[in-house]
């Protein structure tokens, strides 16, 4: 049984809690427990570095915000921003769940696909949709393309040749209070058209007789902290007309860190719901795309530690690094890590914890506090589950880690880690000819 073991000096597990997964805890010797599985086991089953999903704790939060939206507004829909966690469990898990799901690209179309989404709540994005994506997601019968420019149009033109939902993706002109690569809803953004450039694209989907247009998306960035920046979004949204559907985006942001203070769902949800009945139709759908406050808390990284040097700093160098967490290089977004077989102990040590690429900013957590740390420990890197698979790469050779989901004590794999068979296998063409 899973138990909350008291608080060695030093540590702050107390603080813990609320950044690991729902369904964490410890055994008796201070063993972390994800679903009521040991990561001793996990590590063993399925190797290092491994994603682990808590399956209960991210089916809770599905639950909170769609029962949450559905509560203040009925006529609404939440979407499951994919991008956050394109892994075709996780579709199978929004699919059984009631989520409808916004993907962003060929390759997530064919995930979802396999992941038994319904084509019908499927909300096709990106600022570069090329003939052959478009022509795939027509093809799929895909339920809504969210438009993002006028080649994009043209495009359409083209290929349609049946009735298709669309909706317009504007820029609201709201400066996120986020990192620079995550804002999306200022002047100045690839995504979407300007607010005055709206109408003429709105003016040409309803004058085509294939092109179903039903409302507008926005959507100002990602790990937003602070909800008057989504209220504002909805108020400015409403400027650009009358519409049956209003879809303000996702971003809500979550707690990495002991001392974060993200709002929680329903703030979130009581946030955007005021300034929709301030500003909106009310008989108007309201649709909204989180990612990252869905996946993120309930996923953890897993690592074993493979070299402790002690120079001026302690750095401790664990089995992956940049290559399976870049959200870290990308925008300095600072996470927590544990030593987790060892929590029952003083966390006496401040260390710096490495990874293996070949870069001087893998650096996974810059001051961890720890215990006295050993080659072989397991080190846990907590609220990793939005981005960080997403984002992995085979920088230096690195092979993407494997998907675990646990549950209820039992463990299931989603997605194997990739083998050097598969690192080789678009290299094919080459080892061919050397071999001629
Ligand atoms: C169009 C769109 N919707 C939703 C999201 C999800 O954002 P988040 O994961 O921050 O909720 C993103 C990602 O930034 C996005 O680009």
Redesign the pocket.
Known sequence: MTVHQPAPPGSRLGELWRILPEESGTTADGVLEIGGVTVTELAERFGTPLHIYDETGLRRQIRRFIDGLSSRWPNSEVLY?S??LPAVGMYRIAQAEGLSV?I?GGGELQLALAGGVDPERLYF?GNAKTDAELTMALDARVGTI?VDNEDELDRLERLLTRSQRLLL?VIPGVEAKTHAS?A?GGLESK?GLPMDQAAHAIERMNAHPLMEFFGV?L?I????LDTDQFAEAVEKISSVGTFDTYDV?????INYTYEEEAPSVEEYLDRIVAAAKSHLPPDARIMI??????VARSGVTLYRVVSVKRTGHTFVAVDGGMADQLDIALTQQRYEAIIADRLHEPWSENVQLVGRQCESGDLLVDGAQVPPVSVGDLVVMSATG??AYTMSNNYNGALKPAIVFVRDGEARLAARRETYDDLLATHAPAIAAAKL
Do not use: M, V, W
Request: proline share 3%.
């Open positions: 921003a991008k956050s916004d962003a994005h969210i993706r995550q999306t995504f998306h959507h960035g990602s790990q937003i985006g996702g971003g809500l942001g795309e989180p990612g990252r406050s869905i939005a981005y």
